[in-house]
């Protein structure tokens, strides 16, 4: 069984910093990519920012410059450090995992951390 925990969300105020991690553990074999989605109320969830094993990066253009991905192989460990946080920021941050394991291949979701921007 595979879990991944999610740690490092909370309040801040615009302008400020956050760093989330991302720990998988379990029967795992290999990862390809990791990755963090976000969800704001209301709206659907979409990517921020993903990794693939060998370090080549995506991120979506509302967090360019503003945010980095990074990865720890040795740990199965994801961060995001995000910085000039905005109020449209504000959602619930998701880590995906896209992994092998012993029995599976498949795609594997944290149970999510909350991230609010606000004065």
């Known amino acids: 069984q595979v879990q991944l925990v999610e740690s490092g969300g909370g309040l801040v105020q615009p302008g400020g910093s956050l760093r989330l991690s991302c720990a998988a553990s379990?029967?795992?074999?290999?990862?390809?990519?990791m990755g963090w989605y976000r969800q704001a109320p209301g709206k659907q969830r979409e990517l921020v920012a993903a990794i693939t094993s060998g370090g080549s990066t995506n991120y979506a253009d509302s967090v360019k410059g503003r945010f980095t991905i990074s990865r720890d192989n040795a740990k199965n460990t994801v961060y995001l450090q995000m910085n000039s946080l905005k109020p449209e920021d504000t959602a619930v941050y998701y880590c995906?995992?896209?992994?092998?394991?012993?029995?599976?291949?498949?795609?594997?979701w944290g149970q999510g951390t909350q991230v609010t921007v606000s004065s």
């Open positions: 379990g029967s795992i074999f290999s990862i390809y990519a």
């Open positions: 995906n995992a896209d992994l092998v394991t012993v029995v599976a291949v498949g795609d594997y």
